[in-house]
């Protein structure tokens, strides 16, 4: 199977975005080709997804924090067979699933208002994660690294790869 994830990092890129790293290696365990990238690089990451799009690669974009904002602007736009997102905050603009352009969505959504938003954007699955924080920066910043998460990411990735074999 050909499969490009683009990865997307909430604000303050790697420095806050713990758990991406980890994913995108996960993704390549799997047989994924997959690049991070910080929120702000729209124009890098969909020139990726369209390369990869036109060589007949199922593609999967993965949001994490403000990072779940490029991904939702991003399947707005461009076929996505899968959208992970993780954490997307009520203070950033999220983009509800566009399901013309996007096979599977998938939501980790936080109990916190820095974590909760998009529970009502379309997501073919909601997950909810409590990380055990009652401060909201500390629940919202360790989303990206729980176990919840990344198996389930993970999961969504390797059903993904099932699917197309």
């Known amino acids: 199977m050909l499969g490009y994830v683009?990865?997307?990092?909430?604000?303050?890129?790697?420095?806050?975005?713990?758990?991406?790293?980890?994913?995108?290696?996960g993704a390549r365990k799997l047989g994924y080709k997959a690049d991070v990238f910080n929120y702000t690089q729209v124009a890098q990451a969909t020139t990726n997804i369209d390369t990869y799009r036109e060589l007949g690669f199922k593609i999967a974009l993965i949001g994490y924090s403000l990072g779940v904002s490029t991904a939702t602007e991003i399947q707005t736009t461009r076929d996505v067979d899968l959208l992970c997102c993780i954490a997307a905050s009520t203070l950033a603009i999220n983009?509800?699933?566009?399901?013309?352009?996007?096979k599977r969505a998938v939501?980790?959504?936080?109990?916190?208002?820095?974590?909760?938003?998009?529970?009502h954007d379309g997501y073919d699955?909601?997950?909810?994660?409590?990380?055990?924080?009652g401060v909201p920066i500390w629940s919202h910043l360790l989303m990206s690294v729980s176990s919840v998460v990344s198996t389930g990411v993970l999961a969504e990735l390797a059903r993904l790869r099932g699917a197309s074999q």
Do not use: E, K
Not at 95 to 102: F, K, L, M, N, Q
Not at 125 to 133: E, P
């Open 125 to 133: 699955l909601v997950n909810h994660v409590s990380t055990g924080f």
């Open 107 to 119: 939501l980790w959504a936080g109990t916190d208002f820095l974590s909760s938003a998009g529970q």
């Open 95 to 102: 983009y509800p699933v566009d399901h013309a352009h996007t």
């Open 6 to 25: 683009a990865l997307f990092n909430g604000q303050f890129g790697p420095a806050f975005s713990w758990g991406i790293p980890g994913l995108a290696a």
